[in-house]
């Protein structure tokens, strides 16, 4: 009886042991580059304002994930649709049939895409930044925002922000255009309440 015991006492300290290993080892073990990274759910989460964001740049050397969880968007509801965009390329009065060819690119890694879906070389096209390419320069956003019709902006996307309690790129903000919000209705216990004193009491109503 007494082995029985200590077999089955030893069995269950290997399994901890391999139990706690492996948490520690996925805790501290480098995130794999083919793995999307999915932050866990929290309360509140950090945006930029677009109103006060300037696209600075450093959006893309602050933030402590590399790249950065900031992403460049374009608003389809705002964008003009445009044969030549201002955040796209950086010549404005070029042939409409030599843009995809000679036309160039505003961003450095050519994270921003074209592609026409109406009316030929001197249509309507749609205009998107590839999230795996962008870097958050904010060039694109910035020439936007100067020139075009403001629909480029840059936020922080909920799936690659850390969700760190103090946020590094609104630290080195020079406009305070990151601002920290709830994600979910949030009770700060603040409110007025009402208790019933029988219950308080412990006694029943």
């Given at each position: 009886?007494?082995?029985r015991?200590?077999?089955?006492r030893l069995g269950g300290q290997l399994l901890g042991a391999v139990t706690l290993g492996g948490a520690a080892f996925r805790l501290f073990s480098p995130p794999s580059e083919e793995a999307d990274f999915v932050a866990q759910a929290r309360r509140f989460a950090w945006q930029i304002d677009p109103e006060k964001c300037t696209s600075c740049g450093l959006c893309e050397t602050s933030c402590v994930r590399k790249p950065s969880a900031v992403k460049a968007l374009n608003d389809p509801?705002?964008?003009s649709n445009?044969?030549?965009?201002?955040?796209h390329i950086t010549e404005t009065h070029i042939d409409s049939d030599k843009i995809e060819s000679e036309g160039h690119r505003v961003c450095p890694v050519?994270?921003?895409t074209r592609i026409n879906f109406s009316g030929g070389t001197d249509g309507m096209f749609l205009y998107a930044q590839d999230p795996k390419l962008c870097i958050a320069c904010g060039q694109c956003t910035r020439r936007c925002n100067h020139h075009g019709t403001r629909s480029m902006f840059l936020a922080i996307?909920?799936?690659l922000c850390l969700g760190c309690?103090?946020?590094?790129?609104?630290?080195?903000?020079?406009?305070?255009?990151?601002e920290r919000i709830p994600r979910e209705p949030v009770d700060d216990y603040r409110g007025?309440?009402?208790f019933d004193s029988n219950y308080m009491m412990g006694e029943s109503a």
């Open positions: 009886m007494s082995s015991r200590n077999y089955l509801k705002k964008c445009c044969v030549v965009c201002y955040g050519n994270a921003v996307r909920p799936d309690n103090e946020c590094a790129i609104a630290v080195a903000c020079p406009h305070d255009a990151i007025d309440y009402w």
